[in-house]
């Protein structure tokens, strides 16, 4: 099943350490980058109002900026409650300098 490939910004949008926040065909993603390296999550945090690409980055892990729940970056798994639910991650490709993913 392959699905379709979306460009969301180019790598120089988003700082090493760093997030940045993309809207796109209905979705709201969170764009990071984890010392150069590229993850792509669903920018609502699973516990309520917070957005992701608005929390505070420590390594590769997210902290929200509403109740300070916390995520691992890669693999969009809860770090720290009150998040239970994991946050959705998508695949990422770095293409010509753009961080593009599979939807
Ligand atoms: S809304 Fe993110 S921890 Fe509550």
Redesign the pocket.
């Known amino acids: 099943m392959s699905g379709k490939r979306i460009e969301l910004c180019s790598t120089d949008d988003v700082a090493p350490g760093a997030a940045f926040k993309v809207e796109i065909d209905d979705l709201a993603l969170a764009v990071f980058n984890v010392d150069g390296e590229f993850y792509v999550t669903d920018d609502a ?1 699973t ?4 957005s992701l690409s608005e929390g505070y980055i420590e390594g590769d892990v997210v902290e ?1 900026n ?4 916390q995520f691992n970056i890669r693999t969009g798994e809860v770090v720290l409650p ?2 239970m639910v994991p946050v959705k991650t998508y695949p990422v490709e770095v293409q010509d300098g753009k961080v593009t993913i599979e939807v």
């Open positions: 945090c516990h309520g109002p917070g929200c509403f109740h300070n729940g009150p998040c």
